[in-house]
């Protein structure tokens, strides 16, 4: 009970900095009032404090976001565009609501992938949080994306902590999900990077690159 308090108030403080203006207050810390004083805790249930959980670091650091105030942006109306560059078979268990499958450093030969608002705040992640994504992340930001950040502790930490995810498995009538290998009647071998309307998909390469819409009756 206490962990789910305290996740809670963490969450509430967190979505309404992510309303405000850009410009916030660097050293806001929310207060979080408890009904009554509990007579004994129960250490067991009380969350790990680690470097990046909860609400640190916040929407002010300059080159990572925590996993709360991730969480927070993404059911508000503040969500940024999310990159997971795991390999599609890590993606295919699991990845971050609306985030894009791009392996590795691919996303550098794929600038079609990123918004025409350089502003636009864009999250980058793998399962550990490794030195890749804060090159990415740096990449990013060298390329006039002053809002790009790398998820603190990775999709690892994310799921530790009974954060929301998106299934990589097949949808509906679908026989494909993200990051199933494919090959297509030449032969050519790929991995989905994502499934689209209509038994389409969008297909990844092994140089890194991607193909597609390629329709479902195309692939085996």
Known sequence: MIRDRLKAAARTAALKLFKMEKQMEP???PNVKLDHAPESIDASVIPRVVDGSGDTPGPNHKEDIGR??????IIS?????????RPPAECAGGLLPGAICVPGLGLKGRPDLLPADKSTRVVVYDQLGSDESVELAAWLRAQ??????????GYAEWIEHDEPIV???????????????VQRADGS????????????????????GSVGPVAEM???
Not at 68 to 73: E, F, G, I, K, R
Not at 146 to 153: C, D, E, I, M
């Open 189 to 208: 071998r790929y991995w989905v990077q994502e499934a689209l309307p209509g038994a389409r998909y969008r297909l990844w390469t092994a140089e890194g």
């Open 77 to 85: 109306s503040a969500g940024p565009l999310l990159i997971d560059h």
């Open 68 to 73: 709360t105030m991730l969480s927070a942006a």
């Open 27 to 29: 050293h806001l810390q």
């Open 218 to 220: 195309e692939l085996s």
């Open 167 to 181: 299934s990589g498995k097949p949808g509906d009538g679908a026989r494909f999900g993200i990051g199933d290998p």
């Open 144 to 153: 006039g994306y002053a809002n790009a950040r790398r998820l603190k502790g």
